[in-house]
């Protein structure tokens, strides 16, 4: 589902987004987002579900990373890969019995999706496209966001949407609360001092050296 739209009936209804599948029901029961995919709230909203913070996939993925960088780790890039996205998928076992992954569907979805050691850049975009889906499937979306800052991936295409209070860009960073202004005023000033463009949803951190 393409992003930027919502559902006033305006010029940036959902409906009139290039592409769109339709909806599913009728009359009152009719749902515009029927054909679009999304979370089975019987899997993702449950009281006892597990909370992911660093995982087994997020650190091998970490590990292929940094040997593509050429640091000191033990293991070639591709291994590390290999271990991140296959960790990924069987993590999502801890959801659901419903969201079990055969192993052989593993496999071959690794087979068709080797790592592409081709330049640096095609690797980092690979490795961390699949850290976002590994974050964003675990609905670990702070640390999705954050790594994709730090990254640079994957590509996200910015919406404009009308009204925003950013100029139409991703936001960089969370603007920090009334209450820290409040009191804790010395400090405060002291660290909006040391970011470029002062406490707004644009200013990067020191270590959002993304795209």
Do not use: C
Not at 20 to 37: E, R
Not at 41 to 52: A, C, D, H, R, V
Not at 87 to 93: C, E, H, K
Not at 179 to 200: M, R
């Amino acid at each position: 589902m393409p992003n930027g739209y919502d559902l006033l009936g305006g010029a940036t209804d959902i409906s009139k987004s290039p592409g769109y599948p339709g909806g599913t029901g009728t009359g009152a029961d009719f749902a515009p987002l029927g054909n679009y995919s999304r979370p089975r709230t019987s899997l993702y909203l449950k009281l006892g579900e597990p909370i992911f913070v660093l995982t087994y996939a997020e650190t091998e993925l970490l590990l292929a990373e940094a040997a593509i960088r050429g640091w000191n780790v033990s293991g070639s890039a591709q291994q590390h890969y290999t271990n991140g996205v296959s960790g990924a998928m069987q993590s999502l076992t801890q959801l659901d019995a419903q969201t079990v992954i055969n192993p052989a569907n593993i496999s071959d979805y690794l087979k068709n999706h080797a790592l592409d050691m081709s330049s640096v850049a095609n690797a980092l975009q690979m490795i961390n496209t699949q850290y976002w889906v590994a974050t964003g499937t675990n609905f670990n979306l702070i640390e999705n966001w954050f790594n994709w800052k730090r990254s640079g991936y994957p590509v996200l295409v910015p919406v404009n949407y009308p009204g925003n209070v950013t100029n139409g860009t991703i936001p960089r960073r969370m603007i920090y609360l009334s209450t820290e202004i409040l009191t804790n005023p010395v400090n405060y000033k002291a660290a909006v001092a040391h970011l470029a463009g002062g406490d707004a949803l644009t200013s990067r951190v020191w270590w959002d050296a993304g795209n």
